[in-house]
Antibody, heavy 119, light 107 residues
Framework: EVQLLESGGGLVQPGGSLRLSCVASGFTFSAYAMSWVRQAPGKGLEWVSVIRGDGTNTYYTDSVKGRFTISRDNPKNTLYLQMSSLSAEDTAVYYC????????????WGQGMLVTVSS | DIQMTQYPSSLSAFAGDRVTITCRTSQSITNYVNWYQQKPGKAPKLLVY???NLQSGVPSRFSGSGSGTDFTLTISSLQPEDFATYYC?????????FGQGTKVEVK
């Protein structure tokens, strides 16, 4: 059974940093691209970033470029999102997600983790 | 970025009703559209991929159609467990973008 378990969320002050983690199990982690998708309170879904299975390619939505860094540790089956220079607009539930086919067909999701940016 | 215009933003329906949700894209994307269902406090669930393919385990009352720029998700007979928010998503190009969502409520 595929499982994605996120951790690292919480309250952070504007301008601060936070690192999210997502531990995967039940599939060959290194074979699949992994994404982060977020959802601001009461709003829709927004894709944030993707990393290729071998970690060689990464892409970001424009609003987080230069502030967020996606990475992965394949031996540890873990995906990361390092977030810095956070603002209130980054407040959201963050999901890690993946697919058994293609980069963006998200048929597996984590439970979601709330990141609140507030003073 | 490819824009996804989803409508209606909300609708009210009775159990048993046929419901149709539409997504229009800002450029032709052949069949690179997925549909998701999301219930409050839960992660989204993939329903349909590549415009018309039902994800494994999804009831057959759900169906998707369309190509090019116009896509629809249809629920043939709405069940109580189908009251939720639905999102379309294009996977034709990076960044993958979502529609604004359609909230299906009890009438």
């Amino acid at each position: 059974e595929v499982q994605l378990l996120e951790s690292g969320g919480g309250l952070v002050q504007p301008g601060g940093s936070l690192r999210l983690s997502c531990v995967a199990s039940g599939f060959t982690f290194s074979a699949y691209a992994m994404s982060w998708v977020r959802q601001a309170p009461g709003k829709g879904l927004e894709w944030v970033s993707v990393i290729r299975g071998d970690g060689t390619n990464t892409y970001y939505t424009d609003s987080v470029k230069g502030r967020f860094t996606i990475s992965r540790d394949n031996p540890k089956n873990t995906l990361y999102l390092q977030m810095s220079s956070l603002s209130a607009e980054d407040t959201a539930v963050y999901y890690c997600a993946t697919s058994g086919s293609g980069w963006y067909r998200f048929n597996y999701w984590g439970q979601g983790m709330l990141v609140t940016v507030s003073s | 970025d490819i824009q996804m215009t989803q409508y209606p933003s909300s609708l009210s329906a009775f159990a048993g009703d046929r419901v149709t949700i539409t997504c229009r894209t800002s450029q032709s994307i052949t069949n690179y559209v997925n549909w998701y269902q999301q219930k409050p406090g839960k992660a989204p669930k993939l329903l349909v991929y590549a415009a018309s393919n039902l994800q494994s385990g999804v009831p057959s009352r759900f169906s998707g159609s369309g190509s090019g720029t116009d896509f629809t998700l249809t629920i043939s007979s709405l069940q109580p467990e189908d009251f939720a928010t639905y999102y379309c998503q294009q996977t034709y190009s990076t960044p993958p973008t979502f529609g604004q969502g359609t909230k299906v409520e009890v009438k």
